[in-house]
C-alpha cells in the first residue's frame, strides 16, 4: 500500500524479511562492493569530524564504514522500516547507535526538515525513484562537502535489464519500478546545486558518481 510521502511501496518491497536476510549477508560477508567503493570515495581525503547523511541506508553498510573511519554523526533515512530495524539493530551491535539519527519516511518529503551534511550518500537508491529530479536535487542541496551516487550505468544492456526486472515486478505483483534515470540528468541537477563532477567508475554492475562542493577561497570570491 503506498505510504504517505512514498511515491511507492518501500515497506512491501524491501520488508522485515528481506531487510533480516540482507543483515545476515552483511554480517556474513562485509559490505558490498558497490557500498565499499562509495564510502573509500567519500572517505577521501578524510573523514575525520563530518556529518553524514544516508538516504536509502539499508542495512547501513556506508553509515557503519565512515563512522568507523572517523565520522562524527549520522542520519540513516529510509523509505522501509523493515531495512531501519535491521540498520538500528547492527548499529547496536556495531557500539554506534548513539551516532546514528534514523528517520522513516521518503527522503524527498522529509527533505526540508533535515540537516545539511558534510558527506552524503545515495547508494543504489536513485534507480528505486522515479522522481530523480526531486531525489537528487534535494540531496545535492543538503551535501555540505561531497555527494556520491550508485547508479546503474547509462547504457542499454542495463535499460534491457530493467525492463526485464520491471515486468518480474509486475507479475508478481510488487509495486516498486526501477528507474534508468540518464547520468547527465544526474549531474545537470548536482550542478545545479552548486557541486562539481568529481568522478565516473564502474564498479562491477553499477556506476559510481561523485560530486564536490568547491571551497571558496578569499581569490575566488
Ligand atoms: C536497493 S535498496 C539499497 C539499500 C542500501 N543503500 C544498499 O545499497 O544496500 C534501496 C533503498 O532505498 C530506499 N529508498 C528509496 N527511495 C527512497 C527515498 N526517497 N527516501 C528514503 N529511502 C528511499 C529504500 O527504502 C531502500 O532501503
Redesign the pocket.
Known sequence: MPQPG??CC?DE??DADFAAS?LRLYRRRGP?R??KALADALSRPSVAGLTVL??????G??HHLLLERGASSATD????SG?LAAAQEAAASRGLTDRVTFRH??????AADIEPADLV?L???V???PDVDA?VGRAAERTRRRLAI?IPPDIWVARLVIRAINVWEWVTRSDLRIHAHPHERVRALARAAGLVPVSSTPVGSWRLLVFERPILTSDSR
Open positions: 512514498c511515491s518501500y518491497a524491501f540482507e558490498g558497490a557500498s544516508d538516504i536509502g541506508g539499508g542495512v553498510a556506508v533515512i529510509d523509505a522501509s531495512y519516511g521518503d527522503f524527498v518529503a522529509l550518500a547508494d543504489r537508491v534507480c528505486c525513484y531525489l550508485t
